[in-house]
Nanobody
């Protein structure tokens, strides 16, 4: 199983970016999925999560600005990020609980995508 994150880049304050995470491999189903971020010198922190039932969770710092969604048929998850500030600058990682064809459930991380917000 692999998670491929994409969509990061540089944007000015107030701008928007859309991150995508695509899962591949011998996947039977996707369970809980999430985006985390890690700024230089900081611990990796949860940004937003979405269960397979569609329950959403956001960190206080991104509520009202970020939107997490998923399309299970495409094995994808997205993070729409609006009104970005320099404090959003970090490497963003996707994370997912995956059930594989052998009925095992494991947790996987994507490789990370850099988001830089600066003027």
């Amino acid at each position: 199983v692999q998670l491929q994150a994409s969509g990061g880049g540089w944007v000015r304050p107030g701008g928007s970016l859309r991150l995508s995470c695509e899962a591949s491999g011998r996947i039977s189903s996707l369970k809980d999925m999430a985006w985390y971020r890690q700024a230089p010198g900081d611990k990796r922190q949860l940004v937003a999560s979405i269960t397979d039932g569609g329950r959403l969770t956001y960190s206080d710092s991104v509520k009202g600005r970020f939107t997490i969604s998923r399309v299970d048929a495409r094995l994808t998850m997205t993070l729409e990020m609006n009104s970005l500030t320099p404090e959003d600058t970090a490497v963003y990682y996707c994370n997912a609980d995956v059930v594989t064809y052998d009925a095992r459930r494991n947790n996987y991380w994507g490789q990370g995508t850099q988001v830089t917000v600066s003027s």
